[in-house]
């Protein structure tokens, strides 16, 4: 079975740090596109950061680029978020996805809270 653990989240003050960290298990990254999306209370879902399973190719949304960097460690197959400068429209519950470039397979992990406080 898939599963896909998220950790990392708390609470911190604008300005501070925190690096989440996506646990998979039962896959392979190969050939799988890994991301983190954020949910806001309210909101819809939205893309955060992306990378691809080799690691060469990056994209981030534009409020996050610049202060949030993703990675990955094939070895341990996790998938990590480092996100600098937090502000309180950071505030959101963070998903872990993973998904195959032909868009068969696409897994979530639970989500972990993050709130910035001002």
């Known amino acids: 079975q898939v599963r896909l653990v998220e950790s990392g989240g708390g609470l911190v003050q604008a300005g501070g740090s925190l690096r989440l960290s996506c646990a998979a298990s039962?896959?392979?990254?190969?050939?799988?596109?890994l991301g983190w999306y954020r949910q806001a209370p309210g909101k819809e879902r939205e893309f955060v950061a992306r990378?691809?399973?080799?690691?060469?190719?990056?994209s981030y949304t534009d409020s996050v680029e610049g202060r949030f960097t993703i990675s990955m460690d094939s070895a341990k197959n996790t998938v990590a978020l480092q996100m600098n400068s937090l502000k309180p429209e950071d505030t959101a519950i963070y998903y872990c996805?993973?998904?195959?470039?032909?868009?068969?397979?696409?897994?979530w992990g639970q989500g972990t809270q993050v709130t910035v406080s001002s």
């Open positions: 996805n993973v998904r195959s470039y032909n868009g068969i397979f696409d897994y």
């Open positions: 990378l691809t399973w080799y690691g060469g190719s990056t």
């Open positions: 039962g896959l392979t990254f190969t050939n799988y596109l």
